[in-house]
């Protein structure tokens, strides 16, 4: 119906410029304004120029609603190059441009170790950008992205790659966006978009002027308009398209020409509420699929026959609510009406026919089924879908995610998949949180990875397989970093506890543990060195079971002070001894010591004349000795795996007994604790 693009010379000029200039080089072009502004009219008609003129010209656009797959407009530049090209043009770049190609079109099952993550991005990004140059050096070629306001971060990573290198090419890439959206306060491509913005010319669109939106009334409803009645839809709209658009349908079929409804969403609202009801009710089922559906799909979702589909889709098409593409393929020919629609459901509704559609993508199997689209789905139906099935999607599509380098896409996936993981199941939770803190390292977010992992080693305490994956997964996180840092100041070695992990740094190697009373007892001594700290402070200085259970040592004012240090000195000494055997497995020696031990304990108690009294203070000093002995042990075991020389140093400068102590060695060793 809309044929001529009114009142856009001066942008379209601009335009025609740019792609002029993609005879001998290439560059960027940002389409912005307000959504309906006729961002998309005018760069189809300016591709469709552009086609017609022997240019080779493909678009992809963006999604909302974090349903589509990473790099999606990318993926659907590449696949209608494929598509448009002829078989010799496509198979000359596809050649040139190489395996790395397959990570972008989801060909690749395994996803590139993380230590090869920057080779296998680079090689990707490169695959697409020499595709690109080898079309370009045949003919011109011109990419369009739209509605970049929605893009992952992962497509405006490869746009700035392809514009960077293609600066010389004949290449020009056309991104749309709407800037309204970019510029509210802390959306998340602002950071992204700006640089490029830096490179690139940039047309904003703005409303039509007065007597354009005469034009368009009259090219819509076929009628003049009254001037007084085309400056106050000049005024109420602001000369957006859209809105316009709207209007003069709604007057087309019988409403007052005055009627301007106050915004554009309500122009659409009365617009579609006229529709004949089937047609609305099949519409707002594709709008739950999505930007674009297949019309299969939409007839399995709906419950109705190809040929009724087929009908409604033509009828939609008539009306523009809808345009068909390829293959059956048909897309909302703007969003805006399909947010609509979308909103329109109530809750129930709307988990239903998510449900309804995840089955029919679920049973039509791997055929060309993305599993980002069966997770999004089945995500939004629970519980229509069972929450353990959801959870499987979304794994499955955090995978697959990882396989094209989409690590922005994969996690939100796993994000997802733990919203919907009871918190009963912490091993599910903690096993879940390993795969995301590998996306968000994967998507340079090495702190965020951290975080996810402490949280994780906390929920993995009893998996002991689970945890040592995940301590592993810490170790190489901080690795690197963490020696760079220990070879600035290899002075400085850190027993520091964040509140779930352990960070042990000693000797230029960090490494991290979960949470251990062990860790906290050497802390506490690391922390007063060359001081006697009893272990009864050593219990009591963390709350819990033990410490409520443990009396001080030396509260009961039974025992006068030098009988206290007597005891403590005389049998703290065999205590060492004792865990020394202990720990050269030398058991029968430890058992030899004991026996001298309990000995001096009798001994004790008759000189001191304390009866029935001393003999609870011995039991529990005792009690205590053994629990902090056994727990630090405990932890040099488990270091002397993970961290030989951190556990050589301890075992040789830390004591334990009755009284325990940290003596540094001689030359010092300080800690950050
Ligand atoms: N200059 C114009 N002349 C005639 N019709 C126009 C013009 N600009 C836009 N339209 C019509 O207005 C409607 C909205 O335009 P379009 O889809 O291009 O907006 P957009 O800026 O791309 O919006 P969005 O940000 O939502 O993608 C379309 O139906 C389009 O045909
Ligand atoms: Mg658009």
Redesign the pocket.
Known sequence: M?T?????DGPATRLRAEMDRTASHGGLVFVT??????????V?RMLDEADREGNVVASGAAWDREGAPGYWPWVQVVRRLARELDGDEWQRAADAAGAGLSFLLGEITEPPPVDDLDDATFWMYDAVTTLLVTIARDRPLIIAL??LHWADASTLHLLEFVVRHTWFERLLVVG?Y?DVEVETPGHPLQKLLRPLEMKATTIT?TG?DVA?VGA?IS?VTGLETDHEIVTAVHRRTGGN??YI?QLARLWHVGNPVDIVPPGIRDALHRHLERLPTPLLSALTDAAVIGPEFHRHLLAAVTGRTGAEIHQLLQQAALT?LVLPLEAGRFRF????VREILYESTGPEQRRRTHAAVARALHNAGDDGVAPAHLAHHAYLAVPDIAPADAIQHLLAAGREASCRLAADEAETHYRRALELVPDDSPGDRASIMLRLADQERRAGSPEAARRTLVTAAELAERDGDLLNRIRTALDELSGPASQAEAGDDAAVNSFRFDGAVWTLSFAGRTIHMPDAKGLHDLHTLLSRPGTDVPVVDLLTARSGDDARSARRFGGDDVLDDTAKEQYRQRLSQLDEEIDLALDRRDDERAAQLDRERTALLDQLRQAAGLGGRTRSLGDEAERSRKTVTARIRDVLRRLDERHPELAAHLRTTVSTGIACRYDPPADGASWDL
């Open positions: 809309t001529t693009l009114i009142g856009r304004g307000e959504a309906g502004v006729g961002k998309t009219a005018l189809t739209e509605d749309t709407r669109l039509l354009d368009l090219q398209p859209l658009e523009r020919a703007h969003d805006l």
